[in-house]
T-cell receptor
Framework: IAGITQAPTSQILAAGRRMTLRCTQD?????MYWYRQDLGLGLRLIHY???????GKGEVPDGYSVSRANTDDFPLTLASAVPSQTSVYFC??????????????FGDGTRLSIL | AQKITQTQPGMFVQEKEAVTLDCTYD???????LFWYKQPSSGEMIFLIY??????QNATEGRYSLNFQKARKSANLVISASQLGDSAMYFC??????????FGAGTRLTVKP
């Protein structure tokens, strides 16, 4: 079944550790996104990529980095995790970021707890 | 400033009844898109319905319809004939032009048997 795969499903991490959340899509979508979901705040955009080889900052990019070496993969890295990064992280994709009518398709999320 | 406002943190509806989930938005753009997503307790985000700012007709998808009132900047989701499986968090979202998608804080809907 076509879609977005995120790994791991959940993770408990010590503060200060480095962590990479993986995201792979098989829909050949050009645009990909990373969001964090926090209670009462909805989803907030961390970083995005319009196409392979390009990335951009969203609303809450500090403490996170991304790369887009190819169309399918869009990993999110926390270089030195802090407790405020405890959240549920969603990866999403759409055919084009420039099309306002394009819905985004989401992975199942990664629940990350920083202790 | 908050772009998307969902004023109902929680809503209850009796099974088989209709329910309206409120969403208001703030934009000065003429071109924008409005989306509703459903998040069941299992956690995944499911796209439900889309309304474009230039669309003259209200969007409908099965039991979902979007009550779009452009002058009031509201895009309320109407679910007809509620089912127990409709119990979930519902998020309203907007994309202005080529901008980022912004989400509201969500409304938790509980359908009572």
């Amino acid at each position: 079944i076509a879609g977005i795969t995120q790994a791991p499903t959940s993770q408990i991490l010590a503060a200060g550790r480095r962590m990479t959340l993986r995201c792979t899509q098989d829909m050949r979508h050009n645009a990909m996104y990373w969001y964090r979901q926090d209670l009462g705040l909805g989803l907030r955009l961390i970083h995005y990529s319009n196409t392979a080889g390009t990335t951009g900052k969203g609303e809450v990019p500090d403490g996170y980095s991304v790369s887009r070496a190819n169309t399918d993969d869009f990993p999110l890295t926390l270089a030195s995790a802090v407790p405020s990064q405890t959240s549920v992280y969603f990866c999403a994709s759409s055919d084009s970021k420039g099309r306002r009518d394009q819905p985004q398709h989401f992975g199942d999320g990664t629940r990350l707890s920083i202790l | 400033a908050q772009k998307i406002t969902q004023t109902q943190p929680g809503m209850f509806v009796q099974e088989k009844e209709a329910v309206t989930l409120d969403c208001t938005y703030d934009t000065s753009d003429q071109s924008y898109g409005l989306f509703w997503y459903k998040q069941p307790s299992s956690g995944e985000m499911i796209f439900l319905i889309y309304q474009g700012s230039y669309d003259e007709q209200n969007a409908t998808e099965g039991r979902y319809s979007l009550n779009f009132q452009k002058a009031r900047k509201s895009a309320n989701l109407v679910i007809s004939a509620s089912q127990l499986g409709d119990s979930a968090m519902y998020f309203c979202a907007m994309r202005e032009g080529r901008g980022d998608m912004r989400f509201g804080a969500g409304t938790r809907l509980t359908v009572k048997p």
